[in-house]
C-alpha cells in the first residue's frame, strides 16, 4: 500500500513554529545572495528587470504589440528557411534575453538568433493574431 503526500498536506503537518523559521530561513538566504551579488551582476538585473517592465508595456498596448510582431516577423522572414511558420495565426515568441544577442524561437523550434543588444526572458503568446 502506497502513502502519497501532497505539498498541501505536508504544510498543513508542519508546525507553525517550523513554519516561521522556514520563511524566516528563506528571507535570510534571499538577503545573503543579494548581498553577495557583484556590482556587475545587480547592474544587469535591474537592467534585465527594467527591459522586462518595457517589455511588459509594450504588450499592454494593442498597436506597440502589432509593431513588435512586424518587427518579429520581419526579422523572422529573413532567417527562416520554413516561411509558413510566420504565416501561422497561433504563434508564440520566446525572448531570451542577453547582452548580445536575442533568441527568438517559434513553436516548431525554428530559432532566430539576432545580434542586437536587447532583452531575457519572457514568453507572450498572441491570442488575436487572427483577428
Do not use: C, P, Y
Not at 510582431?69 to 520554413?82: G, H, P, Y
Not at 504563434?91 to 536575442?102: D, P
Request: no cysteine; charged share 35%.
Amino acid at each position: 500500500k502506497m502513502i502519497v503526500f501532497d505539498t498541501l498536506s505536508l504544510e498543513s503537518i508542519e508546525s507553525e513554529g517550523s513554519r516561521e523559521q522556514r520563511l524566516e530561513d528563506d528571507r535570510i538566504r534571499h538577503a545573503f545572495s543579494r548581498i553577495l551579488e557583484s556590482d556587475d551582476s545587480r547592474e544587469q538585473r535591474l537592467e534585465d528587470d527594467r527591459i522586462r517592465h518595457a517589455f511588459s508595456r509594450i504588450l499592454e498596448s494593442e498597436g506597440l504589440k502589432q509593431r513588435l510582431k512586424m518587427i518579429v516577423f520581419d526579422t523572422l522572414s529573413r532567417e527562416a528557411k520554413n516561411q509558413t511558420i510566420l504565416e501561422s495565426a497561433d504563434w508564440k515568441v520566446i525572448v531570451i534575453i542577453t547582452k548580445n544577442n536575442v533568441n527568438l524561437k517559434l513553436k516548431n523550434n525554428m530559432t532566430s538568433v539576432l545580434q542586437n543588444n536587447v532583452i531575457d526572458i519572457m514568453s507572450h503568446k498572441d491570442k488575436e493574431s487572427s483577428a
